[in-house]
């Protein structure tokens, strides 16, 4: 009788504490999930064939409540702040900074572009773009697009 009662005790416990996990730690449905809910319901059946159906009753009407408040408590309270990620990316593009080229400008390659890569103009380096094709280092390059932060360029033949 004392071994039933612990086995019912330790299968639901056990199940009840993998669902939380899931709950809070690991998203989506996985495997914790899923053995949660079968340690619980083998631990409830477990309780109705050894100890009968009353106490079977019983066990599941514990079982249900303790759950629920192990989840009303789980979300309600801090327990779990320490274990949150509340780091900020507040990160963002330096747009007050715009560059001061003009179509047309005229500059020269630093790296391959294909079709990315970096350009000279006025002495200071620009991430630009080709329309597909490669230009070698070295190479004069003039503006034919400028949106936003994005500079395409072609090769001066």
Known sequence: MLLDWT?????????????V???IFVPGTTIVGILGLI????????????????????????TV???GLAFFY??????WAR???????KSRVNEEHQHTLELGQEGRTVS??????TALFAERHYEVQ???EYITPNTAIRIIRLNQNKITVEAIS
Not at 43 to 54: H, K, M, P, R
Not at 74 to 79: A, D, G, I, L, T
Not at 112 to 117: D, K
């Open 7 to 19: 086995t019912v005790i330790l299968l639901i416990g056990i199940g009840l504490l993998l669902i």
């Open 21 to 23: 996990v899931e709950f």
């Open 39 to 62: 340690l619980t319901a083998i631990g409830v059946w477990i309780g109705y064939a050894a100890l009968g159906t009353e106490t079977g009753h019983l066990i599941l009407g514990g």
């Open 65 to 67: 409540l303790i759950g």
């Open 74 to 79: 789980s979300f309600q309270s801090n327990s």
């Open 83 to 89: 274990f949150a990620l509340k780091d900020q990316n």
């Open 112 to 117: 391959a572009l294909r079709p990315q890569g």
């Open 130 to 132: 080709t329309q597909g």
